[in-house]
């Protein structure tokens, strides 16, 4: 006497749709021209964004190292060597913040011209 013992168990649609939604994390996945165009043409902004983001980040600190230096106590304590540094300091501050938008243009300017012959090589093949 022959038995088919078999166990079947059917998924509710909420869990299917959460393991289809799991699964398709891992599928390989297939890109378009059209969203490697976008990729493309979001790295010249991202990479100028974070070189004059840091280039201000770093004026900003010189520039509130100076201010603390000139104006609080502890230039008090260092006398008046502590005041011409913090000016000095205060300067270089604004000074490298002030390049900051030069730097953005410098690398934006760069990197467009780095990626050009991809981002033409797929607009040609996206308009035919």
Sequence with gaps: MEENESFSYTYSAEQRREVEAIRKKYLPKEEDKMEQLRKLHAIPTQKAQTAAISVGIIGSLIMGTGMSL??????????NLALA???????????LIALAYPVYNRVIKKQRARIAPEILKLTDELMK
């Design 70 to 79: 000139a104006m609080t106590d502890i230039g008090d304590a260092l006398g």
């Design 85 to 95: 540094a913090g000016i000095l300091a205060g300067l270089m501050g604004m000074a």
